[in-house]
């Protein structure tokens, strides 16, 4: 009887010690995000905190110019619990190089969704595959030398600065409707198009489908997952009433989400809140109003809704 209470103790220890997680930026009132994100290595997705500027996340900086990576990394601004996506910032930059970009868009559990589309530029030889036109088509003709000028790319061809010719846009299908029976293999942008469109940066990202009225410009979005398939780990890691779904994940193996029945709140995790059918404060879900420099000049300004996401923060 001694031994089979140990063997429980340590069972339980074992299966809590990766939620010994802090999802708290900064202490005191600053930003509290979702499970299973977090700032410190029992957490199952990690971000950055800036506590310095506005305590709220970021990505994990990769790049190189010093340890604080705030001001130049990309900052966290929306959550999709539902989705098991997010979104993050990609301001406008010719200075984003495209082989940089990829590893700090891309971690350990989370990666850009096939829902975004990237805008690269530069290179002589930039869009010369003929790559996909779908992010492109879908913007107004008048918004891409606004961006190019907000970015201060320079002069395009012959001295243009408002020039389009060197952007090219990678997009993937649109994922298709949630498949229970098999593993999702949709989900994520497929990088290596980059790098058939022989363009040296990333300009700036799109979200785009899946409900959206129009493009979102200046944001990507991310999708996660927990390592492991259903049938393995997301069996005990996912809520009673919640449904766990296999992905492919970007590097070819197999993880898992776990996503509460439809009509209930919750993060869908049985070492989290997980599934409850209490209305949410209305205070916790609300559209995020995102400012896109475009147009003749840089006050003009696009004022865009991402009402899908709930941001915590």
């Given at each position: 009887m001694h031994l089979i209470f140990l063997l429980l103790v340590s069972l339980f220890l074992n299966g809590t010690a990766a939620w010994l997680c802090d999802r708290q930026c900064g202490g005191g009132r600053g930003s509290i995000v979702p499970r299973p994100?977090?700032?410190?290595?029992?957490?199952?997705?990690?971000?950055?905190?800036?506590?310095?500027?506005?305590?709220?996340?970021?990505?994990?900086?990769?790049?190189?110019?010093?340890?604080?990576?705030?001001?130049?990394?990309?900052?966290?601004?929306?959550?999709?619990?539902?989705a098991s996506t997010f979104l993050v910032t990609v301001p406008p930059s010719c200075t984003r190089d495209v082989y940089v970009a990829r590893s700090?868009?891309?971690?350990?559990?989370?990666?850009?969704?096939?829902?975004?589309?990237l805008f690269l530029h530069g290179g002589g030889r930039c869009g010369a595959s003929g790559n996909s036109k779908t992010a492109c088509s879908l913007l107004p003709a008048d918004i891409m030398p606004g961006l190019l000028r907000a970015a201060q790319c320079g002069a395009g061809e012959n001295g243009n600065e408002s020039s389009t010719a060197a952007v090219a846009c990678v997009a993937s299908a649109t994922p298709k409707p949630n498949n229970t029976t098999g593993v999702r293999e949709d989900l994520f942008l497929g990088w290596e198009k980059t790098e058939k469109a022989n363009c040296d940066g990333v300009l700036t990202a799109a979200v785009y489908g899946g409900g959206v009225a129009s493009p979102e410009v200046g944001v990507a979005e991310l999708g996660w997952w927990l390592d492991g398939p259903c049938a393995g780990k997301g069996a005990v890691s996912c809520a009673a009433a919640a449904t766990c779904s296999d992905v492919q994940t970007p590097s070819g193996?197999?993880?898992?989400?776990?996503?509460?029945?439809?009509?209930?709140?919750?993060?869908?995790?049985?070492?989290?809140?997980?599934?409850?059918?209490?209305?949410?404060?209305?205070?916790?879900?609300?559209?995020?109003?995102?400012?896109?420099?475009?147009?003749?000049?840089?006050?003009?300004?696009?004022?865009?809704?991402?009402?899908?996401?709930?941001?915590?923060?």
């Amino acid at each position: 009887m001694h031994l089979i209470f140990l063997l429980l103790v340590s069972l339980f220890l074992n299966g809590t010690a990766a939620w010994l997680c802090d999802r708290q930026c900064g202490g005191g009132r600053g930003s509290i995000v979702p499970r299973p994100f977090g700032f410190s290595a029992g957490c199952p997705v990690v971000l950055s905190c800036d506590v310095t500027h506005t305590s709220m996340p970021f990505l994990p900086y990769r790049g190189g110019g010093g340890d604080d990576g705030a001001a130049t990394s990309y900052r966290v601004i929306a959550f999709n619990s539902t989705a098991s996506t997010f979104l993050v910032t990609v301001p406008p930059s010719c200075t984003r190089d495209v082989y940089v970009a990829r590893s700090e868009l891309s971690g350990t559990n989370y990666g850009v969704s096939s829902r975004t589309g990237l805008f690269l530029h530069g290179g002589g030889r930039c869009g010369a595959s003929g790559n996909s036109k779908t992010a492109c088509s879908l913007l107004p003709a008048d918004i891409m030398p606004g961006l190019l000028r907000a970015a201060q790319c320079g002069a395009g061809e012959n001295g243009n600065e408002s020039s389009t010719a060197a952007v090219a846009c990678v997009a993937s299908a649109t994922p298709k409707p949630n498949n229970t029976t098999g593993v999702r293999e949709d989900l994520f942008l497929g990088w290596e198009k980059t790098e058939k469109a022989n363009c040296d940066g990333v300009l700036t990202a799109a979200v785009y489908g899946g409900g959206v009225a129009s493009p979102e410009v200046g944001v990507a979005e991310l999708g996660w997952w927990l390592d492991g398939p259903c049938a393995g780990k997301g069996a005990v890691s996912c809520a009673a009433a919640a449904t766990c779904s296999d992905v492919q994940t970007p590097s070819g193996t197999v993880g898992h989400r776990c996503t509460c029945m439809d009509g209930m709140n919750g993060d869908g995790f049985a070492a989290g809140d997980g599934c409850y059918t209490e209305v949410a404060p209305s205070s916790s879900r609300h559209k995020i109003a995102l400012m896109v420099v475009y147009g003749a000049s840089a006050a003009s300004i696009v004022i865009m809704s991402v009402g899908e996401y709930n941001a915590t923060f």
